[in-house]
Nanobody, 123 residues
Framework: QVQLVESGGGLVQAGGSLRLSCAAS????????MGWFRQTPGKEREFVAA????????YYADSVKGRFTISRDNAKNTVYLQMNSLKPEDTAVYYC????????????????WGRGTQVTVSS
């Protein structure tokens, strides 16, 4: 079975940092593009960042460019999201996802999803 497990969420003050991790199992990790999405109550789940199969290409939502960095370690079957200069509007449940057909910013293109990890940024 395919499983994606996020970790690293928590409560931080504005301006602080968090590093999210997503550990994947049950799939050939290096064949999947990986993405991070986030969702708050009453809003659609939105794209945050994605990284290609080899980690050589990355993509970011405009709202996080310059603050967040996505990376992957294929030897560890893990994708990361380093979040710096956090803002209260970054508060959300963050989800890790895997796309077998290539990097995408669209939710519908992702095949597997984690259960999410809560990130809360206080003022």
């Amino acid at each position: 079975q395919v499983q994606l497990v996020e970790s690293g969420g928590g409560l931080v003050q504005a301006g602080g940092s968090l590093r999210l991790s997503c550990a994947a199992s049950g799939l050939t990790f290096s064949r999947y593009a990986m993405g991070w999405f986030r969702q708050t109550p009453g809003k659609e789940r939105e794209f945050v960042a994605a990284v290609s199969w080899r980690g050589d290409n990355t993509y970011y939502a405009d709202s996080v460019k310059g603050r967040f960095t996505i990376s992957r370690d294929n030897a560890k079957n893990t994708v990361y999201l380093q979040m710096n200069s956090l803002k209260p509007e970054d508060t959300a449940v963050y989800y890790c996802a895997a796309d077998m057909y290539g990097s995408s910013t669209r939710l519908r293109d992702y095949d597997f999803w984690g259960r999410g990890t809560q990130v809360t940024v206080s003022s």
